[in-house]
């Protein structure tokens, strides 16, 4: 079966613009998280939807958003974008059984 | 907040050979699940082992096992017959501080040696 698909791998932005990334999860999945991953602050969690309700929501800015469609799809978003938002963005999907399987990311470069 | 103190950021074994990663944790939960996650450089986060916090019987996954101390809030990864595909970063994974989130240590990268 397939796995979590994210698209794009990778993307080049320039400061200021916005980004957005999508992630599929394995089907049947309805629950989609959010993960940042840099080599400073490691893993951080952004946010979890289920069934299209945000249901968690990390420390981050407001510039970082969120939503999830009725087929589980889910993409994220970040406006005016900074630096320090170059990342690899991680997606995980979970049947809600408190297993997560995860995406291989999209690497993300603000320049 | 949650914290996740992974305090061996590399490590290195002989192919064939046992090792052990450790991770200690903070919790405010009484009932949870814990992970161990690999990263290889392809980059995907593969799950390596599941434990469920209250069971008392460690997980153990083919070559995989842990040591589950829960009092203790330490979480250790064995891994035996180590082989070259081992070679990854390892990242211990205990519930965040909110509900259907995870936090994850900073990572342990191992290195096989043929």
């Known amino acids: 079966k397939a796995g979590v698909t994210q698209t794009p791998r990778y993307l080049i932005k320039t400061r200021g613009q916005q980004v957005t990334l999508s992630c599929s999860p394995i089907?049947?999945?309805?629950?989609v998280s959010w993960y940042q991953q840099t080599p400073g602050q490691g893993l951080q969690f952004l946010f979890e939807y289920f069934s299209e309700t945000q249901r968690n929501k990390g420390n981050f800015p407001g510039r970082f958003s969120g939503r999830q469609f009725s087929n589980s799809r889910s993409e994220m978003n970040v406006s005016t974008l900074e630096l320090g938002d170059s990342a690899l963005y991680l997606c995980?999907?979970?049947?809600?059984?408190?297993?997560?399987?995860f995406g291989s990311g999209t690497r993300l470069t603000v320049v | 907040a949650q914290t996740v103190t992974q305090s061996q950021p590399e490590m290195s074994v002989q192919e064939a050979e046992t090792v052990t990663l450790s991770c200690t944790y903070d919790?405010?939960?009484?009932?949870?699940?814990l992970f161990w996650y690999k990263q290889p450089p392809s980059r995907q986060m593969i799950l390596v082992i599941r434990q469920e916090a209250y069971k008392q019987q460690n997980a153990t996954e083919n070559r995989f096992s842990v040591n589950f101390q829960k009092a203790a809030k330490s979480f250790s990864l064995k891994i035996s017959d180590s082989q070259l595909g081992d070679a990854a970063m390892y990242f211990c994974a205990p519930p965040g501080a909110g509900s259907y989130q995870l936090t994850f240590g900073k990572g342990t990268k191992l290195s096989v040696i043929p």
């Open positions: 919790t405010s939960e009484s009932d949870y699940y």
């Open positions: 089907s049947g999945h309805r629950s």
């Open positions: 995980a999907s979970s049947l809600g059984d408190n297993s997560y399987t």
